[in-house]
T-cell receptor, first 113, second 109 residues
Framework: NAGVTQTPKFRILKIGQSMTLQCTQD?????MYWYRQDPGMGLKLIYYSVGAGITDKGEVPNGYNVSRSTTEDFPLRLESAAPSQTSVYFCASSLGDSAYEQYFGPGTRLTVT | GQNIDQPTEMTATEGAIVQINCTYQ??????LFWYQQHAGEAPTFLSY??LDGLEEKGRFSSFLSRSKGYSYLLLKELQMKDSASYLCAVKDSNYQLIWGAGTKLIIKP
C-alpha cells in the first residue's frame, strides 16, 4: 500500500514553461486535493476533487488546472510557469470531507527562474 | 476573513511538557485538526477535535473550546524526534481546511 505518491520530487522550470505534477493514490479515496506551501505560510488549497470527473477551485487556483479522469489520479498542470509559482506542492486524499484526515504525498519542490 | 494564529516558534527541553496554542476565526466550524510536519517532509495527522474537551492519544493530547475559538496541543515526555512543525487546521462551513502557518518546535537535550 503506497498511499499517495507524487512525481517529480524536484523540478526547475524557466518562466513560461509548462509542466504537469503527477499524483496517484491507492486507497480508493474519493476526495483529493492540491496544496502549495510557501515558507512561513499555511498550506493553501489550489484545487480539489470529490470524485472522478468532478473538480473545483480552492483558494489560489489562478495559473493552474486539474483533471480527474480516474479515482486514483489527480494531476496538476501549470500552463505557463511564473516565479510566483515557486513553492512546495502537496497532493492529499481523504475518504470524505468531514471528520476524515487527509493523507499527504511527499511533495514536489518547484523552482521557477 | 478567515484566520488561524499559532506561535511561530517554541523551544522546550527533552523530557519536558510543551503546550502549543491555536486560535481561530473562521466562517463556520466543522472540526479542528493537528498535523505534524518534519522538515522537508509531508504533514502527518495527529489529532481531531469537533466537540469541546480533551482528546488524549498517548503522549499527545489536544483540547478544544469552540466558544473561545481556541485549541491547544499538549506534548508530554518530549523526545528529540518531536522536533518538527505543528500545524493547526480548521474545517470551515464549506468543509475546506484552513491552515495555520505552523509552530516550529525545537527540542534541546
Amino acid at each position: 500500500n503506497a498511499g499517495v505518491t507524487q512525481t517529480p520530487k524536484f523540478r526547475i522550470l524557466k518562466i513560461g514553461q509548462s509542466m504537469t505534477l503527477q499524483c496517484t493514490q491507492d486507497m480508493n479515496h474519493n476526495y483529493m486535493y492540491w496544496y502549495r506551501q510557501d515558507p512561513g505560510m499555511g498550506l493553501k488549497l489550489i484545487y480539489y476533487s470529490v470524485g472522478a470527473g468532478i473538480t473545483d477551485k480552492g483558494e489560489v487556483p489562478n495559473g493552474y488546472n486539474v483533471s480527474r479522469s480516474t479515482t486514483e489520479d489527480f494531476p496538476l498542470r501549470l500552463e505557463s510557469a511564473a516565479p510566483s509559482q515557486t513553492s512546495v506542492y502537496f497532493c492529499a486524499s481523504s475518504l470524505g470531507d468531514s471528520a476524515y484526515e487527509q493523507y499527504f504525498g511527499p511533495g514536489t519542490r518547484l523552482t521557477v527562474t | 476573513g478567515q484566520n488561524i494564529d499559532q506561535p511561530t516558534e517554541m523551544t522546550a527541553t527533552e523530557g519536558a511538557i510543551v503546550q502549543i496554542n491555536c486560535t481561530y476565526q473562521t466562517s463556520g466550524f466543522n472540526g479542528l485538526f493537528w498535523y505534524q510536519q518534519h522538515a522537508g517532509e509531508a504533514p502527518t495527522f495527529l489529532s481531531y477535535n469537533v466537540l469541546d474537551g480533551l482528546e488524549e492519544k498517548g503522549r499527545f493530547s489536544s483540547f478544544l473550546s469552540r466558544s473561545k475559538g481556541y485549541s491547544y496541543l499538549l506534548l508530554k515526555e518530549l523526545q528529540m524526534k518531536d522536533s518538527a512543525s505543528y500545524l493547526c487546521a480548521v474545517k470551515d462551513s464549506n468543509y475546506q481546511l484552513i491552515w495555520g502557518a505552523g509552530t516550529k518546535l525545537i527540542i534541546k537535550p
